[in-house]
């Protein structure tokens, strides 16, 4: 086991710095299930890259679903890359920016199969279903209508849900032809989606 991560018999918990720990194993979760499938990515392999002892995981996790939910952070800050698809370039583009930003942010999960297995979890889980629509509903409508000054809710929300589906027709289910289909033609017609999507910005003020 790890320096200053070692659990003593009179300590519910690890004796080393609670945050540094719990922060290094959420990277080595990322790390694996972007590398591996979900069920390869076991809690022995995470300890692993984490320099942990396997039972340190378990006390900062309760499950492995959670440490998925919790390590499938965007590489990036997604406020960031929402609000530069939105103020940088002709409005016109801007459901081109959108779909480019999604397209290039899921596409590692997508390739790593973790975008499978966080669908299924979307679909069977009531935590990750919490735990994404405080994402969606904090994450990105707030940051529109911060950058925007406008309460967007229903447009985005729709605009989601075409991404949503997209994401799990092409990657998870795999249907024909969005499954074979270039990121560029994609982008387009999601782009196209979007930006009639956000057009609607005047109706819902």
Same mark, same amino acid.
């Given at each position: 086991?790890?320096?200053?991560?070692?659990?003593?018999?009179? &300590?519910?918990?690890?004796?080393?710095?609670?945050?540094?720990?719990? &922060?290094? =194993?959420?990277?080595?979760?990322?790390?694996?299930?972007?590398?591996?499938?979900? $069920?390869?990515?076991? /809690?022995?392999? =995470?300890?692993?890259?984490?320099?942990?002892?396997?039972?340190?995981?378990?006390?900062? /996790?309760?499950?492995?679903? &959670?440490?998925?939910?919790?390590?499938?952070?965007?590489?990036?800050?997604?406020?960031?890359?929402?609000?530069?698809?939105?103020?940088?370039?002709?409005?016109?583009?801007?459901?081109?920016? *959108?779909?480019?930003? =999604?397209?290039?942010?899921?596409? $590692?999960?997508?390739?790593?199969?973790? *975008?499978?297995?966080? /669908?299924?979890?979307? *679909?069977?889980?009531?935590?990750? $279903?919490?735990?994404?629509?405080?994402?969606?509903?904090?994450?990105?409508?707030?940051?529109?209508? &911060?950058?925007?000054?406008?309460?967007?809710?229903?447009?985005?929300?729709?605009?989601?849900?075409?991404?949503?589906?997209?994401?799990?027709?092409?990657?998870?289910?795999?249907?024909?032809?969005?499954?074979?289909?270039?990121?560029?033609?994609? =982008?387009?017609?999601?782009?196209?989606?979007?930006?009639?999507?956000?057009? $609607?910005?005047?109706?819902?003020?």
């Amino acid at each position: 086991m790890a320096d200053g991560s070692k659990v003593s018999k009179n &300590q519910r918990g690890p004796a080393g710095k609670r945050g540094e720990t719990r &922060q290094r =194993i959420l990277e080595a979760a990322h790390a694996a299930f972007t590398e591996m499938d979900y $069920q390869h990515a076991t /809690f022995r392999e =995470i300890a692993s890259r984490a320099e942990v002892d396997p039972a340190l995981i378990a006390y900062y /996790f309760k499950s492995k679903a &959670q440490l998925l939910r919790e390590s499938l952070a965007l590489p990036e800050d997604p406020k960031k890359l929402i609000a530069a698809a939105l103020v940088e370039g002709p409005a016109e583009e801007t459901g081109h920016r *959108l779909a480019a930003v =999604i397209l290039n942010t899921w596409e $590692q999960a997508a390739t790593a199969g973790t *975008l499978s297995t966080l /669908f299924t979890l979307l *679909l069977e889980d009531a935590s990750t $279903q919490q735990v994404f629509a405080c994402y969606i509903e904090n994450e990105v409508l707030a940051t529109v209508k &911060q950058d925007l000054g406008i309460d967007l809710v229903l447009p985005i929300e729709l605009m989601m849900s075409a991404v949503l589906g997209m994401l799990l027709s092409r990657y998870v289910v795999k249907l024909e032809p969005l499954a074979s289909m270039s990121r560029e033609d994609l =982008i387009d017609v999601l782009g196209s989606i979007i930006q009639r999507l956000l057009g $609607q910005l005047e109706t819902v003020q």
